[in-house]
């Protein structure tokens, strides 16, 4: 399913513990969402999920997240199963 990952700091940027927020959203509303701290993030995007992204481009887009607090990435290609074994949690569409 393509789609969006949209991730943001939950926690304050003078935290000593930072927690980040992910969600992935596809056309027709469906999403998946997760909570977690910034090494299981990376683990995610670095490891556990296949992105489509050089590593260029992801390196740029985690330089973004750490140093603003909040990245979009748009055109993601993912299934759900990945999302899932990922350990996101699916919301279904409201309506």
Excluded: C, W
């Amino acid at each position: 399913m393509d789609g969006t990952l949209d991730i943001q700091r939950i926690s304050n940027s003078g935290s000593s513990s930072e927690h980040y927020q992910v969600r992935y959203e596809d056309a027709v509303g469906e999403s998946f969402v997760g909570g977690m701290d910034r090494a299981e993030l990376e683990e995610l995007l670095y490891r556990k999920l296949a992105l489509g992204l050089t590593n260029e481009e992801l390196d740029r887009s985690v330089d973004l997240l750490f140093r603003e607090g909040r990245v979009t990435i748009p055109e993601i290609h993912l299934r759900s199963n990945e999302l899932a074994g990922a350990g996101l949690r699916y919301l279904a569409v409201e309506g």
